[in-house]
Every structure is written in structure tokens, then in C-alpha cells.
């Protein structure tokens, strides 16, 4: 038998191998055929034009593509980067985008499935991640590949135009709300006791997060039936020319709008957490999961708009924009509320490093260095997090002792029982 079995060892670890480049080779696939999709988002949704509708076109001539025509990279390549119908070049931003999410969704699957229990690179995702497989942790995969991938296109497009359409994030948070508790749900049921990916409150967080998404409903129907108005409604009033940031005068009076806004949702995690304390035994892994996903949601948007208050009331002017909100905020949904947080303070050094790079970059590569909103920082911020977290919390251990003890409870248990 032990003879069989070391017979047949080259056999089975070629498989194995097998099994994992056909693995990545699919996600990888996966990631460019989001790409190409994202290519649409980024064109598109700055122009206020439906990424639906009309299909995939030369933006030069209108030509209609055909199917093999929009495959991702393997046609920009065919093609020789040029438009079949008008021979109009094709920007390299296209096969470049896709060839950068099919890496995201690849490194990420590689990163939380590949590295044994216990091991260095396991910190990056947990030992949940190992444990489950992919067959018992899709959704959640989906999560952080929708999120990371709704991140690139919310750099992207924030880089170039200042803005982040509010769609993105909140595609985003829309997935995670549907399949946090769909994997609260799955793994509830297999009674596989491990590392849950998000960091869970029981009951009073769970309840503080429902409350605060009431919160934030009920104050989108004030402003909707008028009660309220809109912050910064007379803004476009001060722009100049083709300028996307105006010297706007009334920045302090609008905060108090905001404020106001905002005082149903504090009213509605008050709330929650209070009735959470009272309420006894064992929480569902639904409730938790979901509760979970929406506290994140709250705390990575309050950060920002914590500063965005406070710092616009102390300087006169317009600190954050709301874009970086929800940016924020949809990275809570997707990876809980410590990331966005870690995030929000190590972008400003990407923020500095942008400066300097703009001030000996720019004489040898023309425009390099120019003015960066926020959004790029922070998205550059949150792709570290997720992909070097063990090199991030040892640094942080450097820095800012205790970092790697306070970020545990990220990690907090997730068994059958909540």
C-alpha cells in the first residue's frame, strides 16, 4: 500500500495543480469580463448615459460590435488596437482595465484560498476562507470581488472627473446586503464553527446597524417630500466655465442642513443598541451577518462625513465630498467597519506621496502629479488593506502598537448559533 500510494503522488499532485490553474485561469476570466463592463461604467455613467443601452460601440464612428469583437483583451489585441469599421485607435485603457480586474479577482482568490491555516498569507482573508473553499464561501467571494471591482471604477472615475456616480457604491452595497445573509444562511446550516470575515456585534450591533439604515431612509423621505432640503443645492450657481469646483461662500450654513439629515439616522442606532442590550439568547446568523454588513455601511460613511462636517465648519469650505461617503461606506458593507477606518488613515500618505511625485515627477513625465480628489487615496488605501493585510498590520505594529490586537475583533467567531 505505501508503495501505491508514493506510486501514485506525482499522479494526484498533478491534479491538484490542475484543478487550482483551472480555478484561477476562470476567476481571472471572470475579473477581465467585469472589466470589459467596467470599461462601460467609467464612459458611460460620467455622461449621465445608460450603461444598458445601445450596446458595446466605436465611440468614434457608432459601429456596433460584434460578440467576438468585445471579448475582453484577446480582442483589442486581434484588432491591433485599432476599430475594424473606421480604423480609429482604440485607447489602451480598455485592455488595461480588464487585464487589471482579472488580476484583482484572481490575486484575491489566490490570496484567501491558496495559503494553509495558520500561515502568514492566511491572515490576508482568514482561515475561513481555507476552510469553507470557494463551494462554501461564493457569496461572500462575490462580495469582496463586487467591491474591489466597484473600487477601480470609483478611482478611476473620481481621478478624472471629481465625481463618484452614486450608482457604484451603491450597486455595491445592494450585493452585499443581499449575500452576506445568503452566507450567514450557508454556513449556518453546515455547523462549520470558524473565523467569520466581517466583525460581528450580536445583538445590540446588529440592531444599532438596522436602526441607522431606517435612520438614513427616513431622512432621504424628508428630502424627498421637502421637509428637507438638498445640501449644496445652489452649487452649480458658483461654477465657472468648464470648472468642477467652485469658491462656494455658504459652505457653514449648508453643514446645519446636513446635520439635520443626518438626525434620524443617530436617532436610529441610539435606538437599536439600546433595544439590542435588552434582548437575551442567541442571535441569527442572518440578523448578525446582515446587522453586521450594515453597521460597517454606517461607520465607513460617518467617518467621512464626521471630517466633512467638522472640517468645512472649521475652514469655511467644503472638506470631503459626499462621493467620499458612500465610497466609504459601500467598503463597510463589503469588509465590515475596521477597514474603512484603517483606510481613512493611511490614505492621506498616498495623498503626500501623490504631492511629491508632483513636485520632482513633473518635470520629466508631463501632467504627472496633478490634483487628486480624496476618493483615489482612499481607494489605493483599501486595496493595500485587502491585499497585503499581514504586511499592513506589521507595519502598523511599528507604528502604532497594539494595531494587530485591536484589529481581532475583525475576526471575531461566527458559529451556527451567532
Not at 178 to 192: H, K, R
Not at 378 to 396: H, K, N, Q, W
Amino acid at each position: 500500500m505505501d508503495v501505491l500510494a508514493q506510486s501514485d503522488w506525482p499522479d494526484w499532485q498533478t491534479w491538484v495543480w490542475l484543478k487550482w490553474i483551472i480555478s484561477i485561469s476562470f476567476t481571472f476570466a471572470f475579473g477581465a469580463c467585469a472589466g470589459s463592463f467596467l470599461n462601460v461604467v467609467v464612459y458611460r455613467l460620467p455622461s449621465g448615459m445608460s450603461v444598458v443601452s445601445p450596446p458595446s460601440r466605436c465611440p468614434s464612428c457608432g459601429g456596433c460590435l460584434k460578440w467576438y469583437q468585445n471579448l475582453p483583451i484577446l480582442s483589442w489585441l486581434f484588432l491591433r488596437g485599432r476599430c475594424q469599421f473606421c480604423r480609429c485607435g482604440i485607447s489602451v485603457q480598455y485592455p488595461l482595465i480588464e487585464l487589471i480586474s482579472g488580476v484583482i479577482v484572481a490575486g484575491l482568490a489566490i490570496l484567501i484560498y491558496f495559503p494553509d491555516p495558520g500561515t502568514y498569507w492566511a491572515g490576508v482573508g482568514g482561515d475561513w476562507w481555507i476552510l469553507r473553499g470557494f463551494s462554501g464561501s461564493w457569496p461572500a467571494f462575490i462580495c469582496w470581488s463586487a467591491a474591489l471591482l466597484g473600487l477601480l471604477a470609483m478611482l478611476l472615475v473620481d481621478a478624472r472627473t471629481f465625481l463618484i456616480p452614486i450608482e457604484i457604491p451603491f450597486v455595491i452595497t445592494l450585493i452585499c446586503w443581499i449575500l452576506w445573509p445568503v452566507q450567514a444562511l450557508m454556513s449556518g446550516a453546515s455547523g462549520v464553527g470558524a473565523e467569520w470575515p466581517i466583525p460581528e456585534f450580536g445583538w445590540a450591533g446588529s440592531l444599532a446597524g438596522f436602526g441607522g439604515v431606517l435612520g438614513v431612509f427616513a431622512g432621504m423621505a424628508l428630502l424627498k417630500t421637502g421637509v428637507i432640503r438638498y445640501s449644496f443645492h445652489d452649487y452649480d450657481d458658483y461654477l465657472e466655465g468648464d470648472e468642477v469646483l467652485a469658491d462656494y461662500p455658504h459652505a457653514r450654513r449648508e453643514m446645519g442642513v446636513e446635520v439635520l439629515f443626518l438626525l434620524p439616522c443617530m436617532a436610529g442606532i441610539a435606538l437599536g443598541w439600546l433595544f439590542g442590550l435588552t434582548l437575551q439568547g442567541e442571535i441569527s446568523p442572518v440578523i448578525s451577518a446582515l446587522g453586521a454588513s450594515m453597521l460597517g455601511w454606517l461607520v465607513g460613511g460617518a467617518i467621512v462625513w464626521g471630517v466633512r462636517i467638522f472640517g468645512t465648519l472649521a475652514f469655511g469650505r467644503e472638506a470631503m465630498g459626499l462621493g467620499d461617503v458612500h465610497l466609504l461606506a459601500s467598503m463597510g458593507a463589503a469588509f465590515g467597519w475596521f477597514d474603512p477606518l484603517l483606510a481613512f488613515f493611511i490614505a492621506p500618505f498616498f495623498g503626500l506621496i501623490w504631492i511629491l511625485i508632483g513636485q520632482f515627477g513633473s518635470r520629466v513625465f508631463k501632467g504627472l502629479g496633478h490634483q487628486l480628489p480624496y476618493g483615489p487615496h482612499l481607494a489605493i488605501a483599501l486595496f493595500l488593506i485587502v491585499f497585503l493585510r499581514p504586511v499592513v498590520f506589521e507595519l502598523g505594529d511599528i507604528f502604532l502598537p497594539g494595531l494587530q490586537g485591536f484589529s481581532s475583533v475583525r475576526l471575531a467567531q461566527f458559529t451556527p448559533n451567532g
